[in-house]
Antibody, heavy 117, light 107 residues
């Protein structure tokens, strides 16, 4: 059973850079697509981007190039970096697997990130 | 971006009722549409792919249909454990987008 676990700072100051880690267990990160999706409190889901295990990415243009994703196959981890954060980036961030060109099948439990001074 | 609208935004129904939700896409997305269930305090759960394919382990009371721009999601006999928000999601093009959700409650 594949499991995903997000980790990172719960609090980030405005204008700083948010970095989140997703650790994948129960399966290899290799040969799959991995994504980040976020959800502000009481609101809907926003797709941040998708990355193949090779490192190629598709990112949401709405984030105006502030987002980047990377992978470390030796650690079975992938990462999200979001620069110049504002209060609008406050949300629960989920790391997720995109499976078989069909759907987001495995989700982490989510990690709340608050942007505040 | 492909915009998804869902209706109703919320509904209240009795246990055993048939419940139908709709999702409309701003452009033709063929059948590249998924449905997810999110219970309060939990991550979404993948229910249906390709508009109508029930994922393994998902109860058969859930179903989906549609293609192009109009899609429906149904629960044939609403159960207390189905209280959740249901989201549609398109993967015809990037960025992948989600609908705003339909909140389902028990009357």
């Amino acid at each position: 059973q594949v499991q995903l676990q997000e980790s990172g700072p719960g609090l980030v100051k405005p204008s700083e850079t948010l970095t989140l880690t997703c650790t994948v267990s129960g399966g290899s990160i290799r040969s799959h697509y991995w994504s980040w999706i976020r959800q502000p409190a009481g609101k809907g889901l926003e797709w941040i981007g998708r990355m193949y295990s090779s490192g190629s990415t598709d990112l949401n243009p709405s984030l105006k190039s502030r987002a980047s994703m990377s992978v470390d196959m030796s650690k079975n981890q992938f990462y999200l970096k979001l620069t110049s954060v504002t209060a609008a980036d406050t949300a629960v961030y989920y790391c997720v697997r995109w499976y078989a060109a069909r759907g987001y099948d495995y989700w982490g439990q989510g990690t709340l990130v608050t942007v505040s001074s | 971006d492909i915009h998804l609208t869902q209706s109703p935004s919320s509904l209240s129904a009795s246990v055993g009722d048939r419940v139908t939700l709709t999702c409309q896409a701003s452009h033709d997305i063929y059948n590249y549409l998924n449905w997810y269930q999110q219970k309060p305090g939990h991550a979404p759960k993948f229910l249906i792919s390709d508009a109508s394919n029930l994922q393994t382990g998902v109860p058969s009371r859930f179903s989906g249909s549609g293609s192009g721009t109009n899609f429906t999601f149904s629960i044939s006999s609403l159960q207390p454990e189905d209280v959740a928000t249901y989201y549609c999601q398109q993967y015809d093009s990037f960025p992948h987008t989600f609908g705003p959700g339909t909140k389902v409650e028990i009357k």
